[in-house]
Structures are given as structure tokens and as C-alpha cells.
């Protein structure tokens, strides 16, 4: 059975960190791209950051550019993002997901979503 579950969220105070974990299950995480995607309360779905099957090609979204690092260590079945000086709007339910491709690109879909990991940023 295909599975991604997501790990790691928490509240965190403004300018502090967190490191999200995607934990793959059923399916050879070496050979797919994997994205991270949030999603606020009464807004869209925003793509977050998304990371090749080889780990070497990265891409963030405008939200996360240069406070957010994406990672895989394919030998453990995991991706991890690593967010730094976070703000209150990056409060969210954080989402990881399985491409249906190796790469980033714009042809990639998803279609295995974990549950989502509820990040909270508040002083």
C-alpha cells in the first residue's frame, strides 16, 4: 500500500524552526520527484517546495525561498523540509506527496497525499 505521512509540525514562535518529515511507504521512493504543498484556513492550496527523485533538483515557491530547505535521504524512505525564520503566515497544515514523475517539472501530478502535519507559528 502506497503511503506518505507526514511528521514534525508543531507550534513554533515567529523567527523559529521546524523540520518536517515525509515518511514513504510501498513504493521505491529512488524513483520519484516528492512536493510539499500547505494549505491556510480559508485560502487555496499552495505548492511549497518539491525535490527530484534523486534529490538534485530543488524547487520552493516565492513563500519559502531562502528560509525553507527541502532534502531526501532515499536509504531511509524520507523527505524532510527544514523551515527557518518562520513567520504567522506560514501557518498552515503542511502536506507532503508522491509525484507520478522523477522531476519537478510542470507535467508532474501527485497522487498519493499524506494526512498533513498542522504548523502553527505564534508568539
Known amino acids: 500500500q502506497v503511503q506518505v505521512v507526514e511528521s514534525g509540525g508543531g507550534l513554533v514562535q515567529p523567527g523559529g524552526s521546524l523540520r518536517l518529515s515525509c515518511a514513504a511507504s510501498g513504493f521505491t521512493l529512488d524513483y520519484y520527484a516528492i512536493g510539499w504543498f500547505r494549505q491556510a484556513p480559508g485560502k487555496e492550496r499552495e505548492g511549497v517546495s518539491c525535490?527530484?527523485?534523486?534529490?538534485?533538483?530543488?524547487y520552493y515557491g516565492d513563500s519559502g525561498k531562502g528560509r525553507f530547505t527541502i532534502s531526501r535521504d532515499n536509504a531511509k524512505n524520507t523527505v524532510y523540509l527544514q523551515m527557518n525564520s518562520l513567520k504567522p503566515e506560514d501557518t498552515a497544515v503542511y502536506y507532503c506527496?508522491?509525484?507520478?514523475?522523477?522531476?519537478?517539472?510542470?507535467?508532474?501530478?501527485?497522487?498519493?497525499w499524506g494526512q498533513g502535519t498542522q504548523v502553527t507559528v505564534s508568539s
Open positions: 525535490i527530484s527523485s534523486s534529490g538534485g533538483s530543488t
Open positions: 506527496a508522491k509525484g507520478n514523475y522523477r522531476y519537478c517539472s510542470g507535467s508532474v501530478s501527485y497522487d498519493y
